[in-house]
């Protein structure tokens, strides 16, 4: 008996890992070698390609490709529609499967709906990635980025909530009470 519920519709190929608790509903494809944490959902026609690994609690929304090259650690959130690549510089006609590129998402970073993640970068743990944005390069811990190519426009707090720091570099997280510090353009927990 699974220790997962997968929609009648779902296809789970034989040889990959679900966490405990696990959902994946209509039309998604879990495809070989991947590893899938405890508690993810795994949204309507979604696809985790070959050797993807998604850590606990990953929650993926509807319409999202994660390609072979993708790690995501815990909590966190793929939006509606958002897009993951493979590979800088495609073409039909050459294989390129050597030439896969790595993109970590970090602990409770959170994609919006139909961002685009270029291949070969790291998303920062809690950094958010608004709707729409094309990430070409790194993205820093607690980041706030938006646009295309994607630009950092503030940093937010574990909650999500923008931070606003004072003269000292010292935030306060309006739903937390949580403290945070600017220093070097780093944030910590204080």
Known sequence: ?????????????????????????????????????????????????????????????????????????????????????????????????????????????SIGANATIVCGNTIGEFAFIGAGAVVTKEVLPFALVVGNPSKQIGWVSECGHTLEFNENGIAVCKESNQEYQLKNNTVAKL
């Open 1 to 109: 008996m699974a220790h997962y519920f997968a929609h009648k519709t779902a296809v789970i190929d034989i040889d990959c890992s679900i966490g405990k608790d696990t959902k994946i509903w209509h039309f998604s494809h879990i495809m070989s070698k991947c590893i899938i944490g405890e508690q993810c959902n795994i949204g309507q026609n979604v696809v985790v390609s070959p050797e993807v690994i998604l850590g606990k609690n990953v929650k993926v929304q509807n319409n999202v490709s994660i390609y072979t090259g993708v790690i995501c650690e815990d909590d966190v959130f793929l939006g509606p529609s958002m897009v993951f690549t493979n590979v800088i510089n495609p073409r039909s006609a050459i294989k390129r499967k050597n030439e896969y590129l790595k993109t970590i998402v970090k602990k409770g970073a």
